[in-house]
Nanobody, 117 residues
Framework: QVQLVESGGGLVQAVDSLRLSCASSGRTFSRYYMRWFRQAPGKDREFVAAIRWIPGNTYYADSVKGRFTISRDNANNTVYLQMNSLKPEDTAVYYC??????????WGKGTLVTVYS
């Protein structure tokens, strides 16, 4: 069983930055496909960013491209989301997601990011 715990959310002003962390208990973390999703109030959960076990392979939603950076530290079983130039529309609960080689999905409980103008 894999447990994911997000941290780093908070209340920030527009154009500020935040770094989210997602710590995993998985023993084979380095092989997981890691993603960040977010869900704004009244909206569906949406994809934000992803990183394969090869750290160079990253993917971003168009809405965050150039502002957010996903990275991973396999030695510490942690994935990060560096968020720069935050906008009020980035306000959401951010969820960490892991997909194992067998296709099993794991979710964290989320961390709230609130951006005010």
């Amino acid at each position: 069983q894999v447990q994911l715990v997000e941290s780093g959310g908070g209340l920030v002003q527009a154009v500020d930055s935040l770094r989210l962390s997602c710590a995993s208990s998985g023993r084979t973390f380095s092989r997981y496909y890691m993603r960040w999703f977010r869900q704004a109030p009244g909206k569906d959960r949406e994809f934000v960013a992803a990183i394969r076990w090869i750290p160079g392979n990253t993917y971003y939603a168009d809405s965050v491209k150039g502002r957010f950076t996903i990275s991973r530290d396999n030695a510490n079983n942690t994935v990060y989301l560096q968020m720069n130039s935050l906008k009020p529309e980035d306000t959401a609960v951010y969820y960490c997601n892991a997909r194992s080689l067998g296709g099993i999905l794991y979710w964290g409980k989320g961390t709230l990011v609130t951006v005010y103008s």
